[in-house]
C-alpha cells in the first residue's frame, strides 16, 4: 500500500493519502478545505488515480474538500451511512470493507465522539478519526457526543485490535504523528490502563472546553459533503481559503 500523511495546520487535521501499488487507485481519509489543490497535486505527482474520498464523520472544526475533489478528479464521496447525506455516493458500513484495487478498508463504527463516527482499518493501520486521539480522545458534549459510547468504542472495539496496529488520529496538537494500539491501551491518560467507564464518564463531564469557533458554520457546510459559507468572518476566512504555502511543500 502507498501512503501518505498530510497535515493542515489551521485546524491541526491530518488527512490520509492511501493508494493501490498495482492498480494505482487512491483514496483521501479526511480531505480538507484549504488544502486541496495540494493533496490533488499529491495525488497526480504520484502518478495516483483519486477515485473516493472517506470522511469518518461530519466534522465541526473544519470543512471538508470532498464536493471540491469530487468536482475536479471525479472521486466518489464515502460518508457514514447512518448520516443519510444526499451527497453521499458511498455509505459507509460496519463490518461491509471498501476495496481499493488490493487494498482492503475495512470501516469501524465507533459512536461517541459522534453518533454515527468511524474509524477505518488497513491492514496494519488504523484511521481513528476524532475518536482515539494520541494520548487523549475526541470530545463528547456536541453533536450527539456520548462518554460512555466513546469509552466503549475505544476500549471494546480499537483497543481489540492487535497490539502493533499503528493509530493515525484525525488531529494532533502537539506535533505528534503516529502512536499505536499498545502505547494507548497502556499510557492514554483518559482511557488507558485501568480506567473505568465512571472514572472516564466524569473526567469529560469535568474538561469545561470552549465552544468551538468554527462549528457554526463547519456543520451546516458538512452535511453539503464541503460547501463554504458565502458570508463567512473574515477572522474564520482561513478554514476556506486555499493555503497559501504548506509546511511540506
Known sequence: MLFRQLFEPVSS????????PHTREAVLVDPVMPTWQRDLQVVNDLGLQLVMTIDTHIHADHITSATMLK???????????????????????????LQLGGVRLDPMHTPGHTDNHFAIVAGDRVFTGDALLID???RTDFQSGDARALYTS???????????????????????????I???KERNPRLGGKRTIEEFVELMSKLNLPYPKFIDYALSG???????????????????REMQESPQG
Request: hydrophobic share 30%; proline share 8%.
Open 182 to 184: 499498545a502505547q494507548e
Open 13 to 20: 487535521t491530518y488527512t490520509y493519502l492511501l493508494a493501490c
Open 71 to 97: 468536482r475536479e478528479a471525479g472521486s466518489r464521496i464515502a460518508l457514514p451511512a447512518l448520516d443519510g447525506l444526499e451527497c453521499t455516493d458511498v455509505g459507509l458500513q460496519d463490518g461491509v470493507p
Open 136 to 138: 487523549g480522545c475526541g
Open 222 to 240: 458538512n452535511r453539503q459533503c464541503g460547501k463554504c459559507p458565502e458570508e463567512l468572518p473574515e477572522s474564520l476566512q482561513q478554514y476556506c
Open 154 to 180: 475505544i476500549r471494546a472495539k480499537l483497543f481489540s485490535l492487535p497490539p502493533d496496529t499503528l493509530v493515525y488520529p484525525a488531529h494532533d496538537y502537539h506535533g505528534r504523528w503516529v502512536s499505536s
